[in-house]
């Protein structure tokens, strides 16, 4: 069973940094094609944040573009996203997502746990 552990999130005052982590764990890992991060918002729906393949090509939300990095180590079956210049409508519980294939050959979805962010004014 392939999982997803996140970490990194936290309390930060409006301007200041934070950087999240994610690791897929597994033996089953064969490969990992494009990793990504979401959030949802108290009383909103789960939208999507940043995202890269495996080629290292990235995409991001227009809200988080010039702010938000997202980076990985492929050997390591990871993804981070280095959130800069924080904003109180930044502040939701972020989750790690990647496609996995399996050492099967079978491809399938999966969710971190999600790490709360909390930006204060």
């Known amino acids: 069973q392939v999982q997803l552990v996140e970490s990194g999130g936290g309390l930060v005052q409006a301007g200041g940094s934070l950087r999240l982590s994610c690791a897929a764990s597994a033996r089953s890992i064969f490969s990992i094609d494009a990793m990504g991060w979401y959030r949802q918002a108290p009383g909103k729906q789960r939208e999507f944040v940043a995202a890269i393949t495996s080629g290292g090509m990235t995409n991001y939300a227009d809200s988080v573009k010039g702010r938000f990095t997202i980076s990985r180590d492929n050997a390591k079956n990871s993804v981070s996203l280095q959130m800069n210049s924080l904003k109180p409508e930044d502040t939701a519980v972020y989750y790690c997502?990647?496609?996995?294939?399996?050492?099967?050959?079978?491809?399938?979805?999966?969710w971190g746990q999600g790490t709360q962010v909390t930006v204060s004014l």
């Open positions: 997502n990647a496609d996995v294939i399996t050492t099967g050959r079978i491809r399938n979805n999966y």
